[in-house]
């Protein structure tokens, strides 16, 4: 299946619909595209850049966004994907309302199971250095937003008590994880296999991930958090510049280019003979 030209596209993930609606919200002169397995996306305008977003719900779950991350890369094409949505806090400084980029992501659940316990074979992924830096600029001029620049930790579980096994598990062997989530360390593997695409999870904190999640949920913490995660992407897509060359880019276009007695035809194409004719000497 093959897409009409409609670079530069920015890939940007979600898990649940109000993550997706906080993104959605933000993109103009929407057009639903399916994949031919089914898979669905709005791509539409960003408005004031050069960027088309293609926004995609995947559902919930690690390995799920990696295999439908992987369809849409090979499908959209994208420049750069970013996984966007709600998480749960790690660290008591991070609190709700807040927004995690993850510098890296680690994937929790690998290891060995030995007679002397469970050995961890940490696995992780940085974020793009470019999407970062975009990122740190970005909140720079937000002072509505409290940004932290932390690894995030996936898996899949739902966390919900902080005094558990597996929240200790956690904290003993990914103590510098600022957020937990579901779907980051799929996305981003998917991306680096496909090319080493720039990557980038952003997620705003919505619990705290402990005996208290419903409670937060219930007060609307969810809505806010995935607001917070939505505009803090915008502000990165405003920063993060297009590759050069591609179509809309901002830089001027590679063609041919006139001078002297000699024409540069340096990155052009023909499709047929070309004939040339010499101009008056001045």
Not at 113 to 124: I, N
Not at 211 to 240: F, I, M, N, W, Y
Request: proline fraction near 5%; aromatic fraction near 4%.
């Amino acid at each position: 299946m093959t897409m009409p030209d409609i670079q530069p596209t920015v890939l940007v993930l979600t898990a649940l619909p109000l993550e997706y609606a906080a993104i959605r919200a933000h993109v103009e002169e929407r057009e639903e595209r399916v994949h031919r397995d089914g898979t669905r996306v709005e791509i539409g305008r960003l408005p004031d850049t050069s960027w088309h977003v293609a926004l995609a719900e995947l559902g919930m779950g690690a390995e799920r966004a990696g295999v439908l991350t992987t369809q849409l890369i090979d499908w959209l094409r994208p420049e750069a994907v970013l996984f966007v949505g709600v998480a749960g806090s790690l660290k008591d400084d991070i609190e709700i309302g807040d927004v995690v980029v993850g510098t890296q992501v680690y994937e929790i659940h690998g290891g060995k199971q030995t007679p002397e316990g469970f050995l961890v074979r940490p696995k992780a992924l940085p974020g793009s250095h470019a999407l970062e830096q975009a990122a740190r600029s970005a909140v720079r001029d937000m002072p509505g937003v409290r940004a932290h620049f932390v690894p995030i930790a996936t898996g899949d579980v739902v966390l919900a008590d902080a005094e558990s096994e597996i929240a200790r598990f956690v904290r003993r062997n990914y103590n510098d994880a600022g957020a937990i989530e579901m779907e980051g360390s799929g996305a981003l593997q998917a991306a680096h296999l496909s090319g080493q695409l720039n990557a980038l999870v952003i997620r705003g904190i919505s619990d705290r991930a402990d005996a208290k999640k419903h409670r937060a949920d219930a007060s609307g913490s969810q809505q806010r958090a995935a607001e917070q995660a939505a505009a803090v992407t915008v502000a990165v897509l405003h920063k993060h510049r297009p590759r050069e060359g591609s179509s809309d880019s901002e830089e001027e276009p590679q063609g041919a280019t006139y001078g002297g007695d000699h024409i540069d035809f340096r990155g052009s194409t023909f499709h047929g003979p070309v004939t040339g004719k010499a101009g008056e000497r001045r």
